[in-house]
């Protein structure tokens, strides 16, 4: 079986929803960010600190690629992860690819709440992350398989409507 990848912004409930989908699916999980941290020993944000964006990028192409995700694994990706097209390729070819998408203020609503995003820190956190969302947008399009809106959902709700368009998929 084929993997599930799922792409979008930080904030759009990719880790939340992976954990939903394994349970539908009866398919194991892997968070990419939190194996990074565990086959690193740092945390993201102490990773972009000492040891900069683009060895963060390098690893996480590493992980994606050479990760202990088996086949038929729901995989939780950085938000990042579509900036290499080496990554996007891989993914494609690899499983189905599913974009969460996620208002800009929800998206700020949820990662505004929280610390340890090395991205968007800085003097004005909400226009750095509508910038990044804005630039990416075409990215997680042209990736996708198929998107998923997620405004005014709950994860399960997403996982369910993923678990309906997987099947429609694999009928046609
Ligand atoms: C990043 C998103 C984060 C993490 C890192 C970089 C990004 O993951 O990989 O901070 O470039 O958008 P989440 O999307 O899981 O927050």
């Known amino acids: 079986m084929k993997n599930i990848y799922l792409i979008g912004m930080m904030g759009s409930g990719k880790t939340s929803t992976a954990r939903e989908l394994g349970v539908l699916l009866q398919m194991p999980i892997l968070d990419l960010d939190a194996e ?51 990554n996007r390729d891989w993914m494609r070819a690899h499983g189905e690819v599913i974009f969460l998408e996620t208002s800009l203020e929800n998206l700020w609503q949820r990662v505004s709440l929280e610390k340890g995003r090395p991205l968007i820190e800085g003097k004005n956190p909400k226009e750095n992350l509508m910038t990044i969302a804005k630039a990416r947008l075409p990215l997680y399009e042209e990736c996708a398989h198929f998107k998923i809106e997620t ?6 709700e997403v996982a369910r409507l993923i678990q309906e368009q997987l099947k429609l998929r694999s009928a046609s």
């Not at 020993?41 to 590493?62: C, L, V």
């Open 36 to 86: 990074l941290e565990r086959q690193t020993g740092r945390s993201i944000a102490e990773i972009f600190r000492e040891k900069g964006e683009p060895w963060f990028r390098e690893t996480e192409t590493s992980v994606l690629i050479e990760g202990k995700a088996a086949e038929g694994t729901v995989i939780a990706t950085g938000g990042g992860i579509i900036l290499a097209r080496q």
């Open 151 to 156: 405004d005014g959902k709950t994860p399960r």
